[in-house]
């Protein structure tokens, strides 16, 4: 069965895929706005940790409306949110027969909740899977050390392909780049570069 997994080349949806590779044929998707190339860091992850690698284009509405949320909210977790539900519904509109994403148990944001995953289900004919909703951040943290090479490091200088780096660069376009760092807070990212060696 064809598995498509969102992707931003991080570590949590890349332990995802790790964990549906043995019961799917897993794609790594990317989905983007087309706001700069970030996607291409998608990419090479996908590339380095050997899975297939596809691009999914959102609406540009969306961002717009999300960036108009984040901006009213003053925070960016409802924005995020918006664009998550969207990247789902375009992946499970896609030629797969599962999507899944990288929501790990103890996520603010992205969450999908129970109903969510049903209605996403039954009106796509898809399965939804969140391999890490079971999993904590110290047990994903425990996982990434064991598994994966990852470079770490701020949210302005890890360049990945994921909702939040598109949404700031919209707003540093439009409001300045002050307004991201009023906006989004400070934290860190992760970035897969390889797989460690499996024994």
């Known amino acids: 069965m064809e598995l498509g997994v969102l992707y931003s080349g991080g570590k949590d949806s890349t332990l995802a895929a790790l964990l549906l590779e043995d019961f799917y044929d897993v ?16 990419r090479a992850s996908a590339e380095s940790v050997g899975f297939s690698f596809e691009r999914l284009a959102l609406d540009p509405d969306v961002a717009h ?17 918006l664009v998550h539900q969207h990247a789902l519904e375009r992946a499970a509109s896609a030629e797969f027969d599962a999507v ?28 939804y899977l969140a391999p890490l909703s079971g999993f904590g951040r110290t047990a994903v943290d425990r996982l990434v050390e064991t598994h994966l090479e990852v470079t770490t490091g701020p949210s302005e200088e890890i360049r990945r392909a994921d909702y939040e780096a598109e949404l700031r660069t919209i707003i540093a376009e439009e409001d300045g780049p002050e307004a991201v760092g009023d906006l989004f807070p400070d934290h860190e990212q992760t970035y897969v570069t390889d797989l460690h060696e499996r024994t």
Request: proline share 3%; net charge negative; glycine share 10%.
């Open 65 to 81: 409306d999300a960036v108009d949320r984040i901006r009213d909210d003053g925070f960016p977790r409802n924005g995020i949110q």
């Open 100 to 127: 899944a994403d990288g929501t790990r148990r103890d996520d603010r944001v992205p969450t999908v909740s129970r109903a969510q995953a049903q209605s996403l289900e039954d009106r796509h004919g898809v399965d």
């Open 27 to 42: 794609t790594l998707v990317t989905a983007h706005f087309g706001v700069g190339e970030d996607w291409k860091h998608a």
